[in-house]
């Protein structure tokens, strides 16, 4: 019964391949993000989308892209993996600001770029 | 960069001690939230603390909130082995609604 899901859970590739992590959410919220974690730095945010049509990008943003499908649908992009990008993955949802920003994680992928 | 930097970075005592670790941050904020991370999982929100705010309880959990020094603290009482995880501390300063997490502070509860 999860209400953000994210796939694939687990994932092993190649420096320079081309990889996409899905994220989906059924809590109905406008607002996604994708963070990476890294042992002793906590959640760094990636990007960030409010709506379908808005995109945003976080502090760590480079050598990544994402799309926003649709509201329930937000999908990140490692155009040639390198690495340092190696990290635990997350997605969130949140609702409007009248929620005052609550986050909701999804299980998180663990990506190794060999 | 990160806005949160928490205190103790690990912590272990024994069940039935109360658990309190430690946040400060930068910057103003419109609230300061507390999330539970066990190991490898996603994050989970704990508790919500509002700028005016100076103090806040759920079940066994309480926080406190000095703006004045830019910190927080989050209070286990009378913990479990149940609570052994990782917390970490998140500033909402209402840029755009981001949450800016702080490093974390893994705490073990043994028996």
């Known amino acids: 019964d999860a209400d953000v899901t994210q796939t694939p859970r687990n994932r092993i590739t190649k420096t320079g391949k081309r990889i996409m992590l899905e994220c989906s959410q059924t809590?109905?919220?406008?607002?996604m993000y994708w963070y990476r974690q890294d042992p002793g730095l906590g959640l760094r945010l990636i990007y960030y989308?409010?709506?379908?049509?808005?995109?945003n990008k976080g502090e760590i943003s480079d050598g990544y892209s994402v799309s926003r499908q649709a509201q329930a649908k937000f999908s990140l992009s490692l155009e040639s993996a390198i690495p340092n990008q190696t990290a635990l993955y997350f997605c969130?949802?949140?609702?409007?600001?009248?929620?005052?920003?609550?986050?909701?994680f999804g299980p998180g992928t663990r990506l190794t770029v060999l | 960069s990160q806005q949160g930097e928490e205190d103790p970075q690990a912590l272990s005592i024994q069940e039935g001690e109360n658990a309190t670790m430690n946040c400060s941050y930068k910057?103003?904020?419109?609230?300061l939230q507390w999330y539970r991370q066990n190991s490898g999982r996603g994050l989970v929100h704990l508790i919500l603390?509002?700028?005016?705010?100076r103090e806040k309880h759920s079940g066994r959990l309480r926080v406190t909130l000095d703006t004045s020094k830019k910190s927080s603290s989050l209070l286990i009482t009378a913990s479990r082995a149940a609570d052994t995880a990782s917390y970490f501390c998140?500033?909402?300063?209402?840029?755009?609604?981001?949450?800016?997490f702080g490093t974390g502070t893994r705490l073990q509860v043994t028996l």
């Open positions: 969130a949802t949140s609702d409007s600001p009248g929620g005052h920003n609550e986050q909701f």
């Open positions: 809590k109905g919220h406008d607002r």
């Open positions: 989308s409010f709506d379908v049509k808005d995109i």
């Open positions: 910057t103003s904020i419109n609230n």
């Open positions: 603390i509002r700028s005016n705010e």
């Open positions: 998140a500033t909402d300063a209402g840029t755009a609604s981001k949450l800016t």
